[in-house]
């Protein structure tokens, strides 16, 4: 009987050891998976179809989420950002720079998807896998350029007002925006589709 509670003992500890060192989803977690896909890629000379990056997205998750990027965590609730962490933002910044990061987040999961789709072609064409990849890439950094300038912005001594405003006028990331528009209708298609 002693033996059975302490291997469940130990268990218990062990699987509470592996749940702590599982990191947080994150831009960084997600590039660097796709990085070290990539050289694996070059190092072998094959892919493993099974070992593709999953593309996820990183805010438009169920329940509540903390996604931390480059020292600024964006708090969500049910695929909505609903802030960001010790900072007291209007609604009205909220929704500026949460779209702005909806957006990129919608970018990002598709350049993941369309190269592993590639990827997964009979007619697979590198050149097409190496363009997804750099967009997905960029989208990324072009999340952290976003955030780093919002909390240098929010850092500013400025009043509130100020602070909206100067959301509101931030620099757009650079963004395909023929490529999110089919992305857009393609989601539109597949609701019309499941709502028959």
Same mark, same amino acid.
């Given at each position: 009987m002693n033996n059975a509670l302490k291997v469940m003992v130990l268990s218990l500890l062990m699987i509470n050891a592996k749940a702590q060192s599982v990191k947080p989803l994150s831009a960084e977690v997600l590039s660097v998976t796709r990085a070290?896909? #990539?050289? #694996?890629?070059?190092?072998?000379?094959? %892919?493993?179809? &099974?070992?593709?990056?999953?593309?996820?997205y990183l805010f438009s998750r169920d329940g509540k989420q903390e996604i931390n990027i480059d020292g600024v965590t964006v708090l969500t609730d049910q695929r909505e950002i609903i802030g960001i962490k010790d900072m007291d933002l209007s609604d009205e910044s909220i929704k500026n720079i949460g779209d702005r990061l909806i957006i990129l987040d919608k970018l990002q999961k598709a350049y993941s998807e369309a190269s592993n789709d590639e990827y997964r072609s009979s007619k697979r064409n590198k050149n097409k896998i190496v363009f997804y990849d750099r967009r997905f890439f960029a989208v990324l950094r072009s999340m952290r350029t976003t955030l780093k300038d919002f909390k240098t912005m929010y850092a500013? !001594? =400025? #009043? &509130?007002?100020?602070?909206?405003?100067? %959301?509101?006028?931030?620099?757009?990331? #650079?963004? &395909?925006?023929?490529?999110?528009?089919?992305?857009? =209708? %393609?989601? !539109? =298609?597949?609701i019309q589709v499941l709502a028959k």
């Open positions: 070290n896909f #990539n050289k #694996n890629l070059i190092k072998f000379e094959s %892919v493993d179809i &099974d070992s593709l990056p999953a593309p996820v500013a !001594h =400025q #009043n &509130d007002k100020t602070k909206a405003i100067s %959301v509101a006028a931030m620099r757009s990331p #650079n963004i &395909d925006w023929e490529f999110y528009c089919r992305l857009i =209708q %393609v989601e !539109h =298609q597949k």
